[in-house]
């Protein structure tokens, strides 16, 4: 998962302007294979509580050793601009169970983590239940969660609630699910 909190971590960490694939690529090279949603998490948080935009606590960070800028990334050039997309998704809920979907093994992002289903061609002829906004690599995703069950044959399968921290979440699928009180 590159939100920017992470895009910002890896760039300082290695002192390189890296932008699209190359932050993918970057990310994936680092990631513990063992245990991708605590990685996730642990970069996310890094990034917002230690790592922060205007004032990284480098003396306190547990990465300091490895960071190869341990302050701010020199401006150079301009960051490419970000491009805006709308997506929506299904939140489907039964009995402390939710309904998601694995990614492919072979994706080029978060390969084998899990995600709400994504309910593509919605049109806005109603209200999502809720809105928020999100950013991976060079796209500003404005997201609308809809309360609504997912499309036929999308594959997915009913998880616990109770098992979901064990579960390799993408950042997004984190970030419905907290902001559904669900996390
Ligand atoms: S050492 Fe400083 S710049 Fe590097 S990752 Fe830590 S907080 Fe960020």
Request: glycine share 6%; net charge positive; charged share 25%.
């Amino acid at each position: 998962m590159v939100d920017g909190n992470v895009k910002r971590v890896l760039r300082r960490v290695t002192g390189k302007r890296l932008a699209g694939e190359e932050l993918w690529v970057t990310a994936n090279h680092l990631l513990d294979a063992k245990r991708p949603g605590d990685f996730n998490q642990a970069m996310m948080e890094l990034g917002a509580v230690v790592c922060t935009p205007r004032a990284p606590a480098c003396l306190t960070c547990p990465v300091l050793e490895l960071c190869a800028t341990q302050g701010e990334l020199a401006a150079t050039t301009k960051p490419a601009p970000q491009k805006q997309r709308e997506i929506h998704y299904s939140l489907h809920c039964r009995d402390r169970e939710i309904f998601l979907v694995q990614r492919s093994s072979d994706a080029s992002l978060m390969p084998g983590m899990w995600e709400l289903p994504e309910l593509p061609g919605m049109k806005r002829t109603a209200s999502p239940s809720f809105t928020l906004r999100h950013s991976i690599t060079v796209t500003d995703y404005k997201v609308h969660v809809w309360h609504a069950a997912a499309p036929s044959r999308c594959g997915g399968k009913w998880i616990p609630v109770g098992r979901l921290k064990q579960v390799a979440l993408t950042g997004l699928a984190r970030k419905i699910l907290r902001k559904a009180a669900i996390l």
